[in-house]
């Protein structure tokens, strides 16, 4: 750093190394907000050589608007994919409750058309899950998998649609899920289980096409290179103002006249010193 010329070193650097860095609470509350909405969907980080990671506050803050930019276009699409798998999670959970019913299970078209007064429910409930339901709706429970690893247990539900209700909030506070029954099934079991396989394949080709359209954006935008700057920021964050001065790794102070800190990273890069430089 001395033979830059650039640079006027203080003899002693400060010991508390908590102010070494910039302040990238806010920057990491945003990124964490759309990490809550969007993770699932995002592609392994991935670092490119030429594009290293923000270290500023302000290549921070650039960084999670380029984040936000591209959560507005994949927006839609993710929106759609989380639609399309509950409801592939609803036609498989039925699927498998025709496949292990026996012949006195109703009729699969009957109970898609229940109504008006009439409401037919399928819950697939939580290991334990107590059911107390009203006196005058008819239920049905069904162990599906049994004997192969975890059961999952389902429970069909018919009765007046105010009762159903009733049972709707009692079980959903017991965190079930509702299985959203299809309204046009065939009448016969058979029939409706072929009906639901050809729902759930094209429901898979759509999915693929909503994640085809969301990897041109996250292309486009470069996601998997920002993501790696996030990783590294979350680590600089949590980490490095822990760490403490040793033959490895210093803390080094002073003043530059050289504002952007390029002539000092190049001075650092020829001797192979990795380094994180912050003005």
């Not at 759509?206 to 969301?214: C, P, Q, Y």
């Not at 964050?237 to 952007?260: I, S």
Request: negative net charge.
């Amino acid at each position: 750093l001395a033979e830059t010329h650039a640079v006027e070193l203080e003899t002693r650097s400060a010991g508390d190394s908590t102010g070494a860095l910039p302040d990238y609470r806010e920057v990491l509350a945003g990124y964490e907000t759309l990490a809550r909405r969007f993770a699932a969907h995002w592609p392994e980080p991935r670092q490119d050589p030429g594009a290293p990671p923000p270290e500023t506050l302000a290549g921070a803050r650039d960084a999670l608007d380029a984040l936000r930019a591209w959560a507005a276009e994949a927006e839609p699409h993710v929106a759609r994919l989380q639609a399309l798998a509950v409801e592939r999670e609803s036609l498989v959970g039925i699927a498998a409750v025709l496949a292990t019913a026996g012949e006195t299970f109703p009729q699969p078209g009957a109970l898609g058309g229940a109504g008006p007064t009439l409401a037919t429910r399928l819950y697939a409930l939580e290991p334990g899950a107590v059911v107390d339901a009203p006196a005058a709706v008819l239920t049905l429970s069904l162990d599906v998998g049994a004997g192969r690893g975890r059961a999952q247990r389902y429970l069909l539900a018919v009765g007046a649609a105010d009762d159903v209700a009733e049972l709707d909030r009692a079980l959903l506070a017991a965190r079930a899920r509702v299985l959203v029954w299809p309204a046009d099934l065939p009448q016969s079991r058979d029939a409706a289980s072929r009906a639901l396989a050809a729902r759930i394949e094209r429901l898979d080709a759509t999915a693929a096409s909503e994640r085809a359209a969301l990897g041109e954006i996250d292309e486009r935008h470069r996601l998997a290179n920002l993501l790696a700057g996030f990783r590294f920021l979350d680590w600089l964050a949590h980490h490095v103002p822990r760490l403490p001065a040793t033959e490895h790794f210093a803390y080094v102070t002073g003043w530059t006249d050289d504002p952007t800190g390029d002539r000092l990273a190049r001075a650092l890069d020829a001797r192979g010193v990795p380094h994180l430089l912050h003005f």
